[in-house]
């Protein structure tokens, strides 16, 4: 017959709790042990009884006053690693709202409080804000303009393929020098004296 389910809640027999008290401890310590030896680990374990009596455990490799001071010297750790991350937190949020701030300054939002120089200053900085986007703005137009006119260049140069008579005939003229020049207006107007012919 198996072992029935000990219902976990505390034995008031006092002689079957002391015995429980017994086998759980020496249970406990021999899986410290075990864990200790089987995982090359610092293990301490420390048990005080109900009438206070003091049992104790430590691996092999170290004694209860070096792991109790290294668990020590990690709770500092820890606590230290927290003050330094919640500085920097709040230090962030402070940066952000300061930011916030200016950025509402700059849309000429909360201005409350400014004096006149602060009011001035803020005025100059956004005067050479507006005149840096100006020469920005006409950096870029001139580029798109000189764009433009090499594009238009190349549709210039691409009619005058569909003109071989003629380039040919404005090379003979110029010469025989390299300059291609496209008669356009004369094209058009044989054009209109064909049309008047056949009117």
Do not use: W
């Not at 009011?119 to 100006?134: A, D």
């Amino acid at each position: 017959m198996g072992r029935g389910k000990i219902e976990m809640k505390k034995i008031e027999n006092i002689s079957n709790r002391q015995v429980t008290f017994s086998k759980r401890r020496a249970g406990l310590f021999k899986k410290a042990e075990e864990l200790s030896i089987l995982c090359d680990a610092q293990v301490g374990v420390i048990v005080f009884s109900s009438t206070n009596r003091l049992y104790k455990f430590a691996s092999s490799t170290s004694s209860m006053k070096q792991i109790v001071d290294r668990y020590n010297s990690c709770l500092d750790y820890s606590d230290t690693v927290e003050n330094v991350v919640e500085h920097e937190v709040n230090a962030l949020k402070d940066e952000v709202a300061k930011l916030r701030l200016v950025t509402g300054r700059m849309m000429g939002k909360k201005l409350d409080g400014l004096n006149f120089s602060e009011l001035q200053q803020l005025e100059h900085q956004l005067t050479e804000g507006i005149l840096s986007i100006k020469n920005n703005k006409e950096q870029v137009l001139l580029e798109l303009l000189e764009k433009s006119n090499l594009h238009i260049e190349e549709l210039g140069r691409n009619s005058c393929n569909h003109y071989p008579e003629k380039s040919q005939a404005a090379r003979k003229n110029s010469g025989g020098s390299s300059t291609v020049v496209c008669d356009y207006n004369s094209d058009r107007e044989e054009d209109s004296d064909t049309s008047l012919r056949l009117g």
